[in-house]
């Protein structure tokens, strides 16, 4: 993991989640690369006037973006930036076509937690980027050995993100990885074969299965953050449709609402 991008509006809640970014790169000796879009409906007619007009305010948008990230001046750390007119989620879609990165940190509004996206662009960019991303929450602080609480199907997941996985564990230092699965009601099979596969997929990382019975996932993992010292919570987005669930469950966003821990979204 060698490039982080941090996505910004200059707002204390991007600050938090460049400050989780920082302390990811300075662990890893990798590079930061901080974007900003200026929003293209701030100039909404195709004239000559705005074409002047739209060269100033990228002008003074770039020079915002240098004074905010001159703020994090580390040493040894390689921050880059860039400003651009965009969509967030297309913005961040076509930088990462073009400059192949690692991780996307995105900083969350409102409540905190998951909840903290809901409506928002950061959920469009988690929704359309195929890029590992963490959401950190604005009140969220950055801990070593952290409980990394793992919410999966037990299907076999990918040599990319295992390795993801373990990287991740091995930079924030978490001492285990805590799996979680949820189960009908009906269920009580024992998950041998599933454990043993991931615990081969994951290598030598110590394992600890949790399992909850249950018919609605999405409120099962909602009880489970709620009643648990968690540290980072970690899904794969294709997995039992998990943050679409979230987003659109009244419950289950009363339950995150409380929640002031990041979210590590992964993909595949």
């Not at 999405?218 to 294709?238: E, M, P, Q, S, V």
């Not at 987003?247 to 609402?257: E, G, T």
Request: overall charge negative.
């Amino acid at each position: 993991m060698k490039q982080i991008i941090v996505a910004t509006d200059f707002s204390t809640c991007a600050e938090n989640a460049m400050r989780y970014a920082i302390e990811i790169a300075t662990r890893m000796s990798a590079e930061i690369t901080v974007l900003h879009f200026a929003h293209p409906t701030q100039v909404v007619d195709n004239n000559v006037w705005n074409a002047y007009f739209m060269e100033d305010l990228l002008e003074a948008k770039r020079e915002a973006l240098d004074s905010w990230v001159a703020k994090f001046s580390y040493p040894d750390l390689v921050i880059k930036s860039s400003c651009q007119v965009d969509f967030l989620p297309s913005g961040i879609t076509e930088h990462i076509a073009e400059n192949p990165s690692d991780l996307l940190v995105l900083g969350s509004t409102g409540a905190s937690g998951i909840a903290g996206i809901l409506g928002s662009n950061a959920a469009s960019v988690v929704a359309h980027t195929l890029l590992s991303t963490l959401i950190v929450p604005i009140d969220a602080v950055y801990e070593d050995n952290p409980v990394l609480v793992f919410a999966s199907d037990l299907k076999p997941i990918s040599s990319q993100n295992a390795d993801i996985l373990r990287t991740f564990v091995d930079t924030i230092r978490a001492e285990v990885l805590d799996v979680l699965h949820v189960c009908p009601d009906n269920d009580t099979q024992p998950k041998t074969e599933q454990e043993q596969q991931l615990q081969a997929a994951l290598g030598d990382m110590t394992l600890t299965f949790n399992y909850l019975n249950s018919d609605d996932v999405a409120d099962a993992i909602g009880d489970f953050i709620n009643n648990n010292d968690i540290g980072i919570l970690c899904t794969i987005a294709h997995q039992h449709t998990f943050l679409h669930r979230l987003f659109h469950r009244s419950r289950v966003k009363a339950i995150v609402q409380q929640m002031v821990k990041p979210v590590l979204v992964l993909h595949g």
